[in-house]
């Protein structure tokens, strides 16, 4: 079997290695971002929004409220924290896998991007729905309004 | 050279068929991503071509800081969004474009001319991520 370092000439082999490094900086760049939002939003929260603010009718609904922002945070962290695991780990396999002629790291490298995007496309997915359920309840509310 | 360009057609070889499959997974991925988020950006446009004034204006009333140029400031803040985003959805695009024609023709090149675009695309994303890095900072500092 030939070496890899060999075999991965550029332009494949070069560009597969330097899109690794990027995306671990990436990587790395994205979960500060995300642990400084954490932190910024625990030492310092938003106002809680009490019952007549933004149309609520009762103590029930604003808590509602308060809490969504705790859960929305909660859920960025653990999106984040997945993301940075798959796409550190493109990184460091492909780094890996170039460094010691190793052609299965490789393999599980570029599964690891997949999963990466599969993370993301999924999100993009909820998103999509909840844009189409809130045009659906735009339209509803401007016919029986 | 031409062992070069031998070599580089490593698709051909036989124990690189899992990487052929592992990039075509990536490609689908990839471009149910895009697809999504050309719908969603073609939404917006819809949303903010009918009431985007609005839209804006009631942000602007609602935003806890009141200056001068305030909606201005949000427009030019859309915009800049807007386009940044559709330069990420592009880069996409064309990564999973080249990747799947890549593995389809077996051509070391086009599979390059994939990873290149999405190098860019982890660019992009390291540079939205350090923006938002420097605001949560500065939030947390001040």
């Known amino acids: 079997m030939e070496p890899l370092n060999e075999t991965r000439q550029a332009p494949l082999g070069d560009s597969i290695l330097t899109t690794a490094k990027v995306a671990g900086i990436s990587a790395i760049v994205s979960l500060l971002a995300t642990i400084t939002g954490v932190i910024a939003f625990l030492t310092s929260p938003p106002a809680p929004v009490t019952a007549g603010e933004e149309g609520l009718e009762d103590n029930a609904a604003s808590q509602v409220v308060n809490s969504a922002s705790s859960m929305s945070v909660f859920i960025s962290l653990i999106i984040s924290m997945l993301a940075f695991y798959f796409l550190y780990r493109f990184s460091f396999l492909t780094k890996n896998s170039f460094k010691h002629n190793d052609r299965t790291q490789l393999v599980k490298a570029l599964y690891s991007l997949a999963g990466y995007f599969r993370i993301w496309g999924v999100i993009m997915f909820i998103v999509a729905i909840f844009f189409s359920m809130a045009f659906i309840a735009g339209i509803l509310t401007s016919l029986f309004s | 050279m ?3 360009e031998q070599s580089d057609n490593i698709l051909e070889q036989e124990p690189l068929e899992e990487e052929s499959s592992a990039v075509l997974q990536i490609s689908r991925w990839v471009k149910l991503i895009t697809s999504v988020g050309f719908a969603i950006g073609t ?78 695309f982890f660019i992009a994303t390291a540079i939205l991520s350090l923006v938002q890095l420097l605001i949560n900072l500065t939030n947390l500092l001040s």
């Open chain 2, 2 to 4: 031409e062992q070069q």
């Open chain 2, 43 to 120: 939404f917006i446009v819809v949303v903010m071509l009918t009431s985007g004034a609005q839209i804006l204006r009631q942000l602007a009333a609602a935003l806890p800081i009141k200056t001068d140029g305030i909606y201005g400031a949000l427009v030019t803040g859309f915009f800049m969004l807007f386009f940044i985003t559709a330069l990420i959805l592009y880069y996409l695009y064309k990564a999973a474009h080249l990747l799947t024609q890549g593995v389809k023709e077996r051509n070391s090149v086009v599979l390059a001319q994939g990873f290149h675009f999405l190098k860019n």
